[in-house]
């Protein structure tokens, strides 16, 4: 018996001991190991939250994200973690711990770091997902080692480097992308032995050579996109091929030559997107036959040629798109016909003739993009037929008549008729978001409903002939973001037609007939960055809490009638660029705090009666381009922190004022600087040698100072009209028409030679005196010598002497001499020391 059953027993004995030895471990040890792997990487993590569910005492086929297989012996098959907000490395997983892996989708987190190699162990892998994370380095080559792999989606990241040519070796992958990456080089020739692709998507990277013909070997390619890479040369035959192609993108590259007659052959095309190369030619007539076309786009080229009636057949089409090319020739009617047309862009081409009316039967025609041709005729009544319409853009055309009256009161949101030829008035227009209507001929009253629907952002009726006050609708449209109403003959009090609009960023209402004051309201508008209203007819002062509106670049008041001084806030206007509060009235100093203006390019407050001295906190300003300060009262000196305005290059006018002293020589270090206006003032001194070195220089007028002495000599003044200088005391040399320096000297130097000179004239007068003097003085010597001899000798004595008379013209020589010498030499001693010295002189000759 024990016999029997060792002996029936043990072939099933080893054949159980053969299966035990050949089945897995047991299900606990496999699926814990796993979860190990997934619970290490998740502390690597910097956010966690979403993996709450992660913990050791619960199974990892419970966990968020994890599947396992349905087999008795679990192992997890995928993990599914999409736009859970991971932030941390990839490659702390160690994939070689999960063997049986999938699918791993990891798309729409944070993680980072290089693709990890233990990725290459995962044989079993169909889908590998990580778009739209920060993964950087390159693909390995190893990746062709996923022979199962099915989907590789790596867009949206940091990886860079060339396209590996093994790919070409994983002729299982169905979808491959690569968008949005930094891969450079030229597109694999291997990627055309991927048989099954169906979706190849190499967009956004960095791309260059020529499109590889053996795409077209891709037969099952249902969508092919190549845009915005470096791509050159022209688009290649063969993709003529791809029978089953849906969509094909090769916009943004630097594509050349014409577009294929071929692509007609791809019949079941959807989308055809060419955008921004530089094919030129006609556009192919064969385009008619994808009668499954839905998108056309062929903008930003330079085809030329007619639009080909044959897109009459695109009988689903509903973008259109042919906008910045050379397209000539008419509208064709036949496009009324293309009724799921939603948008038409045709701008920016050679257009001409008229708007076909038949376009009214657009009834889903959400855009109408016209602007920028050369289409004439009125607008036919006909497009207030397209119910659906949202934006109607004529813009920068030569269109003429008025806009027809059946345009009110309809769904229209956004219209531009901008530069054109329009007339008459405008439709009271109530459900705008943008209404341009700026360069015509229009006339009348603005729409008064314009902002009826309180959804009004941008209104320019600019250039126009508009007359009559301002909407009312606008005082409380806080939707307002741009406006501009300038060059009208718009009237009323400016004060009560415009209230509070959060929101405004720009208005200009210049060159208007507007009255009344500034309303302290422009400083509640907290997004404002211009406020023009010059050449109205606005009084009273600026409001102080203009200040408030700290965003502001630009604020023009100019030619008005705004008088007082500037308002201290005005200064708290940091971001300030552009300045202008010319030819008004206002008066008072320049308060230093202008120095906080450090962003200012553009100052003027010329043709006002501002006084006093120009603060030196001016050299702060050190953004400015150009300065115009004159027709003031200002005084003093020229502040020569002028000097330290390095940037200024269009303009220095400080004329018309009463500076006084001499001209900065800092003035010279404006290199840049093209205009320089110092005239009618009170200037003295020398030209400051220094402003030969301001290169930039084509214009200068110092005349009517009080200026002297030699013009310096450069380029600029050698070839200088005579009117930059007149009006001066005493400018000579270089400029043609001034005298030269040494045959006409300055008024100073010629008074000291005329003083020179009489001073000498004395001398020799008086020389010659005394030598008749001493003549005389010897004949009667000889006479006292003859006397003495008979008198008993007495004493000489000049006083004795009968010549009185001599002694007298001496003393007159002397004084004639000192009068003419002590002038020259600004004083000198009395006349009596100079009498008595002459005197005392002939005495001791006597002895």
């Not at 599914?80 to 994939?95: A, C, K, Q, V």
């Not at 990277?205 to 795409?215: A, D, E, K």
């Not at 019949?267 to 839905?294: A, C, D, F």
């Not at 009004?456 to 939707?479: D, M, V, W």
Request: hydrophobic fraction near 40%.
């Amino acid at each position: 018996m024990e016999s029997f059953f060792s002996q029936k027993s043990l072939p099933g004995l080893l054949l159980l001991l053969l299966v035990f030895s050949v089945y897995p471990k047991p299900a606990s040890t496999s699926l814990a190991s796993q979860g190990r792997v997934l619970l290490q990487w998740k502390a690597s993590l910097r956010s966690q939250q979403s993996l709450r569910s992660w913990n050791p005492s619960t199974s990892p086929c419970n966990w968020s994200g994890i599947t396992c297989s349905l087999r008795r012996h679990r192992v997890i098959t995928v993990v599914n973690l999409p736009s859970m907000g991971l932030d941390g490395p990839l490659h702390t997983i160690n994939f070689s711990g999960l063997p049986s892996l999938t699918g791993l989708n990891l798309m729409f987190n944070r993680l980072g770091g290089e693709i990890p190699p233990s990725i290459f162990t995962l044989s079993e892998l169909i889908s590998f997902d990580v778009q739209g994370n920060d993964i950087t380095g390159t693909i390995p080559a190893r990746i062709s080692s996923l022979t199962k792999l099915r989907s590789l989606n790596l867009s949206g990241n940091k990886i860079s480097g060339s396209i590996p040519l093994s790919l070409g070796n994983m002729t299982s992958l169905d979808f491959l992308i690569l968008s949005g990456n930094g891969f450079s080089g030229s597109i694999p020739e291997e990627i055309g032995d991927l048989q099954n692709l169906q979706e190849l998507d190499l967009s956004a990277n960095f791309l260059t050579g020529s499109i590889p013909q053996s795409l077209g070997n891709l037969t099952q390619l249902s969508l092919l996109d190549l845009s915005l890479n470096h791509l050159y040369g022209s688009a290649p035959p063969s993709l003529a091929n791809l029978q089953n192609l849906l969509v094909l993108s090769i916009s943004n590259n630097t594509l050349t030559a014409s577009i294929p007659a071929s692509l007609g052959n791809l019949t079941r095309l959807i989308k055809l997107n060419l955008w921004g190369n530089h094919l030129s030619g006609p556009i192919p007539h064969e385009v008619g036959n994808l009668v499954q076309m839905t998108n056309l786009v062929l903008a930003h080229n330079s085809l030329l040629g007619s639009i080909p009636l044959s897109l009459r057949n695109l009988s689903k089409l509903s973008t259109l798109y042919l906008f910045n090319n050379h397209i000539s020739g008419t509208i064709p009617a036949e496009l009324g016909n293309l009724v799921e047309m939603r948008d038409i862009d045709l701008s920016h081409n050679l257009l001409t003739g008229f708007i076909p009316s038949t376009l009214g039967n657009l009834a889903r025609l959400r855009n109408l993009i016209l602007s920028y041709n050369e289409l004439s005729v009125p607008i036919p009544s006909s497009l207030a037929n397209m119910t659906s319409l949202i934006l109607l853009d004529l813009s920068n055309n030569q269109i003429s008549g008025c806009i027809p009256p059946s345009f009110a009161n309809r769904s229209l949101e956004e219209l531009s008729v901008i530069n054109n030829s329009l007339s008459g008035s405008v439709p009271n227009l109530t459900s705008l978001v943008s209404l341009k209507l700026a360069y015509n001929d229009l006339s009348g009253h603005l729409p008064p409903d314009v902002c009826r629907g309180g959804k009004l952002q941008h209104f320019t009726a600019a250039y126009n002939k508009f007359h009559g006050p301002i909407p009312e609708s606008l005082r409380n449209c806080s939707s307002l973001v741009r406006v501009r109403l300038d060059r009208n003959n718009l009237t009323g009090d400016l004060f009560d037609h415009f209230g509070v609009y959060p929101n405004m960023r720009y208005i200009d209402l210049s060159y208007n007939r507007l009255s009344g004051m500034l309303s302290p309201k422009w400083g509640s508008c907290s997004n404002l960055t211009s406020l023009r209203i010059s050449n109205n007819r606005l009084n009273g002062t600026i409001p102080s809490e203009i200040g408030q509106s700290t965003r502001l670049g630009a604020l023009d008041l100019s030619s008005n009638h705004l008088v007082g001084e500037l308002p201290k806030n005005l200064y708290n206007l940091i971001s300030l660029i552009e300045l202008n509060l010319s030819s008004n009235q206002l008066s008072g100093e320049l308060p230093s705090e202008i120095g906080k203006l450090l962003k200012l390019k553009r100052l003027d407050v010329s043709g006002n009666n501002f006084s006093g001295v120009i603060p030196r906190e001016i050299g702060g300003c050190k953004q400015l381009i150009s300065v115009d300060m004159s027709t003031n009262s200002f005084s003093g000196s020229i502040p020569y922190e002028f000097g330290q305005l390095v940037d200024l290059q269009e303009l220095l006018d400080l004329s018309q004022n009463s500076f006084s002293g001499h001209i900065p020589s800092q003035l010279g270090q404006l290199t840049l600087l093209q205009i320089l206006n110092l005239s009618h003032n009170n200037l003295a001194g020398r030209i400051p040698p220094s402003l030969i070195n301001m290169a930039s220089l084509s214009a200068l007028d110092v005349s009517h100072n009080e200026l002297e002495g030699p013009v310096p000599d450069g380029q600029l003044f050698r070839r200088a009209p005579m009117e930059w200088f007149t009006g001066n005391r005493g400018l000579c040399d270089v400029v043609a028409g001034l005298p030269s320096c040494s045959s006409s000297p300055p008024r100073g130097a010629s008074n000291v030679i005329f003083l020179s000179g009489m001073a000498v004239l004395g001398a020799l007068l008086l020389f010659f005196r005394f030598v008749g003097f001493a003549a005389q003085l010897m004949k009667r010597r000889k006479q006292i010598a003859n006397g003495t001899s008979q008198t008993g000798g007495a004493a000489f004595s000049i006083r004795n002497f009968d010549g009185g008379d001599a002694y007298d013209e001496i003393i007159k020589a002397t004084e004639n001499f000192d009068d003419k010498y002590c002038i020259g030499k600004g004083g000198c001693g009395s006349k009596e020391t100079t009498a008595f010295s002459f005197t005392e002189l002939h005495c001791q000759q006597e002895k």
